[in-house]
C-alpha cells in the first residue's frame, strides 16, 4: 500500500546517545522532508531532499543530519541526543513538481532525558 | 525572514455558527497558499489550495493580497470539523523557495 512510514513513533533515550530516525515512503516521491514541532507550536522544516544523494537544510538549524541513499529511504541521525532535541518529527514527502502537496507520516515523539 | 501568523490558538464555536480561521503572511509577491488540516488521530494532511479556488468541505479560503491574509471560512460549522487548521503558504525567495511556512494552526473546536 502506498504509504509514508516513521518508525519509531515513539522513543524515550537517555543524553549522549546516538539515534536514528526511520522514514520510508512507498509513493515513488521524490521530494521529501524532516519537520520539528514542539507542542503549540509552528512546524519548522529542517531538512529536505530533492532526491537520491540530494540533502538540503531547512529555515530551521538543527543539529541532525540527514542522507537519501535511496529515493524511498530518508533518515534522520542526532549523534548524541539532548534534552533540547525533545521533539516531536514529521516526515514528508511529495511530487517534485507539486511540492506544496506533501503527504505527512504519523511522526516520532522523542524524549531525551 | 517569511512568517505566517496564525492569531487564535483555540477557536470555538457551536453547530451551524459561521466559522473564520485566521492568517496573515508577512511578505511581499504572491506566493501560493494552502490550507492544512490534522483531525483527531490521523496525519496532517492538505485541506485546500488558493489557486485552486475551490470549496472543500464546505471551506473555502480568501485571499487579500492588501492585507495579506489567507483567511479559512465556512458559514455552518460541523462537529467533524474539529480539527487543527494549520495555514502554509508556499515561500517565494531564499532558502525557503518553493517550500512551505508553516503557521502555529488554530485548533477548532465545534460544540455540538
Known amino acids: 500500500e502506498a504509504d509514508i512510514y516513521q518508525t519509531p513513533r515513539y522513543l524515550v533515550i537517555g543524553t549522549g546517545k546516538k539515534i536514528t530516525l526511520e522514514c520510508s515512503q512507498t509513493m515513488g516521491h521524490d521530494k521529501m522532508y524532516w519537520y520539528q514541532q514542539d507542542p503549540g507550536m509552528e512546524l519548522h522544516l529542517i531538512h529536505y531532499?530533492?532526491?537520491?544523494?540530494?540533502?538540503e537544510k531547512g529555515d530551521l538549524s538543527s543539529e541532525s543530519t540527514v542522507s537519501r541513499i535511496r529515493t524511498e529511504h530518508f533518515p534522520l541521525t542526532l549523534e548524541s541526543a539532548r534534552p533540547s532535541h525533545t521533539s516531536q518529527y514529521l516526515c514528508?514527502?511529495?511530487?517534485?513538481?507539486?511540492?506544496?502537496?506533501?503527504?505527512f507520516g504519523p511522526g516520532t515523539r522523542l524524549t531525551v532525558t | 525572514a517569511q512568517r505566517v501568523t496564525q492569531p487564535e490558538k483555540l477557536l470555538s464555536v457551536f453547530k451551524g455558527a459561521p466559522v473564520e480561521l485566521k492568517c496573515n503572511y508577512s511578505?511581499?509577491?504572491?506566493?501560493?497558499l494552502f490550507w492544512y488540516v490534522q483531525y483527531s488521530r490521523q496525519r496532517l494532511q492538505l485541506l485546500l489550495r488558493h489557486i485552486s479556488r475551490e470549496s472543500i468541505k464546505g471551506f473555502t479560503a480568501d485571499l487579500n493580497k492588501g492585507e495579506t491574509s489567507f483567511h479559512l471560512k465556512k458559514p455552518f460549522a460541523q462537529e467533524e470539523d474539529s480539527a487543527m487548521y494549520y495555514c502554509a503558504p508556499q515561500g517565494n525567495y531564499g532558502g525557503s523557495q518553493g517550500n512551505l511556512i508553516f503557521g502555529k494552526g488554530t485548533k477548532l473546536s465545534v460544540k455540538p
Open positions: 514528508a514527502s511529495s511530487v517534485g513538481t507539486v511540492p506544496y502537496e506533501q503527504y
Open positions: 531532499s530533492y532526491g537520491v544523494n540530494s540533502t
Open positions: 511578505y511581499s509577491g504572491s506566493p501560493e
